[in-house]
């Protein structure tokens, strides 16, 4: 049974940088979909970063060239690396994984609702909080 556990989250001046990790334990095999999502208590749940395991990787227009998602895959540990901070970026952190190969292909890149209505592994969240 693979699950999901992030950390990381904390407080942050605005033009900060903080890295996530998301802990993932169980075996994974085939293709998979992993991603990073975030959500304000009020708001939509937005998608930040996706990543198929073969490598190829997505951002949303409000992250791209400040975010990177990689994958440790020695240590089975997925990464949000966030630099530049505004504090449009607080918010609560989410890893996902989408463990079907049919759906993780299809949907994971680019990042769409689709993409995390496909996965059907979750972490709890870390929040993230940047002050301007």
């Known amino acids: 049974q693979v699950q999901l556990a992030e950390s990381g989250g904390d407080s942050v001046q605005a033009g900060g940088s903080l890295r996530l990790s998301c802990e993932i334990s169980?075996?994974?095999?085939?293709?998979?979909?992993m991603g990073w999502s975030r959500q304000v208590p009020g708001n939509e749940r937005e998608a930040v970063a996706t990543?198929?395991?073969?490598?190829?990787?997505w951002y949303a227009d409000s992250v791209r060239g400040r975010f990177t998602i990689s994958k440790d895959n020695t240590k089975n540990i997925l990464y949000l690396e966030m630099k530049s901070l505004k504090a449009e970026d607080s918010a609560t952190y989410c890893c996902?994984?989408?463990?079907?190969?049919?759906?993780?292909?299809?949907?994971?890149?680019?990042?769409?609702?689709?993409?995390?209505?496909?996965?059907?592994?979750w972490g709890k969240g870390t929040l993230v909080t940047v002050n301007s």
């Open positions: 996902s994984a989408d463990l079907d190969a049919r759906t993780a292909e299809r949907f994971c890149v680019p990042g769409t609702r689709q993409t995390f209505y496909a996965m059907d592994r």
């Open positions: 169980g075996h994974m095999v085939g293709t998979v979909c």
């Open positions: 990543m198929v395991s073969d490598g190829r990787s």
